[in-house]
Each structure stands twice: as C-alpha cells, then as structure tokens.
C-alpha cells in the first residue's frame, strides 16, 4: 500500500471514529425499586385498612419517565390474587427525572366480605407512554403475600364502619345529634315540668 493511499485510510479511519463517538446516546426509559419482596405475618381481618412498608421507586434510565403503580397476578400462581381495588397508592403516579428516586406508600382496604385465605400478588411501578397514557411492558414489581383471617360478616362490618368514622368523625356526630334531639322531644311529650317559687 502507497504512503499516500495509508494516509487518505487514516484519515477516513479518523473522521468514522470522531462522528460515531460525537454521537449520542440514544436516550433510554427504565425503572427499578429498592424491594423485591413483602410478607405481611399478622393475619388481615376482612373491613380492615393497612398500610405496607414504604418503598421506593427509581428511574435508572437517561430521560424523564413517568410511573403508574399497579398490581398484577403472578404466573401460575396458587395463592388467591387480591382484587387492584383494594390498594391505594400515595402517590398513584409519578414522573421521575434520571437518577431520581421517590418513596411509595400503599394501603389495603379489605371489603367487609373478603374472602379468607392466602393471597399474592405483584405490586409496583409501570412506565406510561408519553401523549397516550398507556402502559408499556416496562416494569418493576415487589411480590406481595397476604393472609385473610376468617370473620363473621357483622365482626366486618362493624370494622368497616369504625374505620370510615375514624376517617370522618363527623359521619357520626351528626347521627348522635339527631338521636338527642329525638330523645328530648320524647321527654317533653311524657313529662311536664313545673317549678315553683317558695312564698
């Protein structure tokens, strides 16, 4: 080969190289989260609410992502899967910059007449597509396993509505307002009073 043909090679050799590294990088969106499983020892009582063990949610890709937190079943799983009503997220849906991480908190609401037994499940993040607000098959998730205790219907009931009047007071004031004013005008009917002075 000719000085002059090695030459004309290496300088093309050099161009290639310094338009390929000037490139860049084609921009990526993924996720990951800190815990890969939660196991709930105490039995859950159906009418109950509770709350999980925080977790956190990182976007390890280079743009900025949003999440939706959702809960799926698990392949050929034998345990009862937990209907996605149930869970509430804090929050529900986030957007996460590369490199930023955020804390989830969810909660389960039991129905007065869930069902006892084992159940399971998969929680966690799921990337949406930008201008649709669909999901994409991205996603990272925590196995969740949980037990139902066995409950009268009236023994659920009954936490049900201790905890909605836990949550608003006010639900129950205002029946025991109308009750009052009910037993008074009862008295009144039955009883007259009379008060008079000494001479």
Do not use: C, H, K
């Not at 799983?77 to 490199?99: I, K």
């Not at 969810?106 to 649709?132: F, K, N, R």
């Amino acid at each position: 080969m000719s000085g002059q043909l090695r030459r004309s090679v290496l300088v093309l050799g050099l161009y290639v190289a310094a338009v390929v590294g000037a490139a860049p990088a084609a921009a990526s969106m993924a996720v990951s989260i800190d815990v890969g499983r939660i196991d709930v020892t105490d039995a859950l009582a159906p009418g109950g609410e509770y709350r999980l063990p925080t977790f956190g949610v990182r976007n390890p890709g280079s743009e900025s992502t949003t999440y939706r937190l959702t809960v799926s079943g698990i392949d050929g799983q034998a345990a009862l899967l937990p209907d996605a009503a149930w869970f509430r997220f804090e929050p529900a849906e986030l957007t996460l910059a590369p490199g930023e991480s955020r804390p989830v908190q969810a909660v389960i609401t039991l129905p007065a007449d869930s069902e006892p037994g084992q159940y399971a499940a998969l929680i966690g993040p799921q990337i949406v597509a930008e201008g649709t607000g669909a999901q994409v098959g991205a996603a990272a998730a925590a196995r969740l396993s949980f037990t139902i205790a066995p409950s009268s219907w009236i023994e659920g009931i009954a936490r049900t509505i201790l905890r909605i009047v836990g949550e608003q007071p006010w639900l129950l004031t205002i029946p025991v307002l109308v009750s009052l004013l009910i037993a008074l005008r009862l008295l009144r009917r039955r009883f007259t009073f009379s008060i008079a002075r000494r001479a």
